[in-house]
Each structure stands twice: as structure tokens, then as C-alpha cells.
């Protein structure tokens, strides 16, 4: 889900990325360079790592819905805010 909907949100980080994607000689390998990468870091063996760190981490849920305020309120409780 974090390699295909990567670009779908309307961050503007993310659409800086996308419209320099589109300025490369060849924006369709450059743009699958890209989501390969991601794929690569949000990997199993990535996830496991962070997970079992012994730093705090939160997981958001696999939703489409905002979960930001419930983020927050994780980390605000977490880091005692």
C-alpha cells in the first residue's frame, strides 16, 4: 500500500518529488526506481527491524481514514505531553 498510494495524498513534499520525477530523461524507470526503493525500506525485514528496536514506534492503522489525532494522542501520551 506505502509503494502504490505513495504520491496519492496531496503533501506537497510528495508532489515536489513527483513533478521532479516527471523532469527526468526517463520519468517512467525513474519513477519505478522510486517505488522500488520504497518498497525495499517498507520491507518485512525493515519493519521487523524497527519493531524490535526497543524504541518507541507507533503503527498507524491500514486504513484510509486520518489518523493523525489518534497518532498524536499516542505520542503525546507516550512522551508524557
Known sequence: MSV???FDRGDEEKQFLLSEIAKCP???KTLQNFK?????INSQKHY???ANSGFF????SNTETDTRTETFEIIAKHFGL
Do not use: G, Q
Open 4 to 6: 502504490e498510494k505513495f
Open 26 to 28: 526517463n520519468p517512467e
Open 36 to 40: 522500488d526503493c520504497i518498497a525495499r
Open 48 to 50: 521487523d527491524l524497527f
Open 57 to 60: 514506534t507507533v503503527v498507524r
